[in-house]
């Protein structure tokens, strides 16, 4: 791989890698593991640049970090555990009525990112490439290679079980 290419797939993929490990700690349950993973799938996209021909890259990285987190996890079962994805700020001093505010709203983000962490493999992933990442159904599709009307089922029961487990009706939350 020569000067040019690289240079082509540090400007082209290298901007994904936010989204890339966003995915794979959804997946993967561990920072760790995370960071491990997107590593592997980032060398792959590497090794398989020449591969790729100029369509969707933020949707052609995850597919590659979704297959190497699936490969993670048939290897690597029993280390994995529920971490919390985002790390709180720091806590400034606020008015004591404003306090609970935050305080409320991590509680609420911490158990929602339970619910999703508890969700089978195939729903939490839709769910976070949907709802998290911002893929249209067509990219979700891609990345997981399954049909639009597989993801748009998918997502309905996620967000189903989702509001169940929240005690929202599910017509509210869809």
Same mark, same amino acid.
Not at 2 to 8: A, L, S, T
């Given at each position: 791989?020569?000067?040019?290419?690289?240079?082509?797939?540090e400007?082209?993929?290298?901007?994904?890698? =936010? =989204?890339? *490990?966003?995915?794979?700690?959804?997946?993967?349950?561990?920072?760790?593991?995370a960071?491990?993973a997107?590593?592997?799938?980032?060398l792959?996209?590497?090794?398989?640049?020449d591969? *790729?021909?100029?369509? =969707?890259?933020?949707?052609?990285?995850?597919?590659?970090?979704?297959?190497?987190?699936?490969?993670?996890?048939?290897?690597?079962?029993?280390r994995?555990?529920i971490?919390?994805?985002?790390?709180?700020?720091?806590?400034?001093?606020?008015?004591?009525?404003?306090?609970?505010?935050p305080?409320?709203?991590?509680?609420?983000?911490?158990?929602?990112?339970?619910?999703?962490?508890?969700?089978?493999t195939e729903?939490?992933?839709?769910?976070?490439?949907?709802?998290?990442?911002?893929?249209s159904?067509k990219?979700?599709?891609e990345?997981?290679?399954?049909?639009?009307?597989?993801?748009?089922?998918?997502?309905?029961?996620?967000?189903?079980?989702?509001?169940?487990?929240?005690?929202?009706?599910?017509?509210?939350?869809?």
């Open positions: 791989m020569g000067q040019q290419d690289v240079e082509r797939f400007r082209i993929v290298l901007p994904h890698l =936010d =989204d890339a *490990y966003t995915l794979a700690r959804y997946l993967l349950r561990d920072e760790h593991d960071q491990d997107v590593q592997d799938a980032v792959r996209a590497l090794r398989y640049f591969g *790729y021909r100029d369509g =969707d890259a933020r949707a052609w990285l995850l597919t590659i970090v979704r297959n190497c987190c699936l490969t993670w996890q048939r290897r690597d079962r029993a994995r555990a971490i919390p994805l985002m790390e709180g700020a720091g806590m400034e001093a606020v008015e004591p009525r404003e306090a609970d505010a305080a409320i709203e991590r509680s609420d983000r911490a158990a929602l990112e339970r619910l999703v962490a508890a969700l089978p729903f939490r992933e839709v769910i976070v490439l949907r709802e998290v990442e911002e893929l159904y990219e979700i599709s990345v997981i290679g399954a049909p639009i009307g597989t993801v748009m089922s998918r997502l309905a029961r996620a967000r189903k079980r989702l509001a169940a487990a929240l005690g929202i009706d599910a017509k509210a939350a869809g």
